[in-house]
């Protein structure tokens, strides 16, 4: 069974720019989130999207932003980049979204730097 | 003060050592608990995962969560070099929406 798969791995972007991140979630898996990891702040929460609607969302400014498809493949969206946002960007994906303990597996993640 | 606090480390063990790594976290209202572990550029793979208190083991790991002292711990039983890595705790709380709250990861070498 294939796991959550990112694309691209490695990505190189300059401040100003934009950058869309794809994820295609674990196959029967509906619910879909992100997360940003840096060596300063750790592992912090981005979105969670299920049934194309974005259901919850972390404390990141309005340039970060997401959607999901109807395959439950997900998008996301960072506009007007700064230094600051070069991360590790993982995406993971769980059955259903309850929050009720559902097991989150993640994808290896988009390694994005801006210079 | 954050949610989850965690020992960055690194901490250093021998093969064969029995590794113990703790997380300590604020919110009562946390109901699941899960470690990862994550390797060097790589995504973090589900190691255990636990519901409240309680003790759950696999193979050579052993999730103890103790809800009244807000503690959780992640037992490694005759370590590997194959172990080292970062591992991170994680918690969330039980609203009907997904949303992860990591420690910031302990970095284990498990020297041969």
């Known amino acids: 069974k294939a796991g959550v798969t990112q694309t691209p791995r490695y990505l190189i972007k300059t401040r100003g720019q934009q950058v869309t991140l794809s994820c295609s979630p674990i196959?029967?898996?509906?619910?879909v989130s992100w997360y940003q990891q840096t060596p300063g702040q750790g592992l912090q929460f981005l979105f969670e999207y299920f049934s194309e609607t974005q259901r919850n969302k972390g404390n990141f400014p309005g340039r970060f932003s997401g959607r999901q498809f109807s395959n439950s493949r997900s998008e996301m969206n960072v506009s007007t980049l700064e230094l600051g946002d070069s991360a590790l960007y993982l995406c993971?994906?769980?059955?259903?979204?309850?929050?009720?303990?559902?097991?989150?597996?993640f994808g290896e993640g988009s390694w994005l730097t801006v210079v | 003060q954050k949610e989850v606090e965690q020992d960055p480390g690194p901490l250093s063990v021998p093969e064969g050592a029995i590794v113990s790594l703790n997380c300590t976290y604020s919110?009562?209202?946390?109901?699941?608990f899960m470690w990862y572990r994550q390797y060097s550029r790589k995504g973090p793979e589900l190691l255990m995962y636990?519901?409240?208190?309680g003790n759950k083991e696999d193979g050579r790991f052993t999730a103890q969560v103790d809800k009244s002292s807000k503690y959780i711990s992640l037992f490694i039983r005759d370590s590997q070099p194959s172990d080292s890595a970062t591992y991170l705790c994680a918690m969330e709380e039980n609203t009907g929406f997904q949303k992860l709250v990591f420690g910031t990861g302990t970095r284990l070498l498990v020297s041969p």
């Open positions: 196959s029967g898996h509906r619910s």
């Open positions: 636990t519901y409240s208190s």
């Open positions: 919110n009562s209202a946390f109901q699941y």
């Open positions: 993971a994906s769980s059955l259903e979204p309850t929050g009720s303990g559902n097991t989150i597996y």
